[in-house]
């Protein structure tokens, strides 16, 4: 019923800019926290960045400084912007949200996107 839509990824120059977005779609009462995950082949999913409904924002220190979270409350959307993007940024990138759905049982779940591929070139 709920789903998250990424968009955004692509392949990137290093030092380039990239925004990614993920909008959330379904019968959605509620939706707690949001984030952006990543995971290079080889290598475990992780964290890039996270922000609360109430616009608390929590960074991975690998990109602090070079990566902003937002959301858009009104159309149930984050967004990651990154610049000054590295090889070692290259991974897939996946939303996730914390959410209450309108269907019995109204409990918080976490929502996970389909990932989109961002490469960064040297």
């Known amino acids: 019923q709920v789903q998250l839509v990424e968009s955004g990824g692509g392949l990137v120059q290093a030092g380039g800019s990239l925004r990614l977005s993920c909008a959330a779609s379904?019968?959605?009462?509620?939706?707690?926290?949001m984030g952006w995950y990543r995971q290079a082949p080889g290598k475990q999913r992780e964290l890039v960045a996270t922000?609360?409904?109430?616009?608390?924002?929590n960074y991975a220190d690998s990109v602090k400084g070079r990566v902003t979270i937002s959301r858009d409350n009104a159309k149930n959307t984050v967004y990651l912007q990154m610049n000054s993007l590295k090889p070692e940024d290259t991974a897939v990138y996946y939303c996730?949200?914390?959410?209450?759905?309108?269907?019995?049982?109204?409990?918080?779940?976490?929502?996970w996107g389909q990932g989109t591929q961002v490469t960064v070139s040297s």
């Open positions: 996730h949200a914390n959410i209450m759905a309108s269907i019995l049982p109204y409990l918080w779940k976490d929502y």
């Open positions: 379904g019968s959605i009462v509620r939706i707690n926290t």
């Open positions: 922000i609360t409904s109430g616009a608390s924002t």
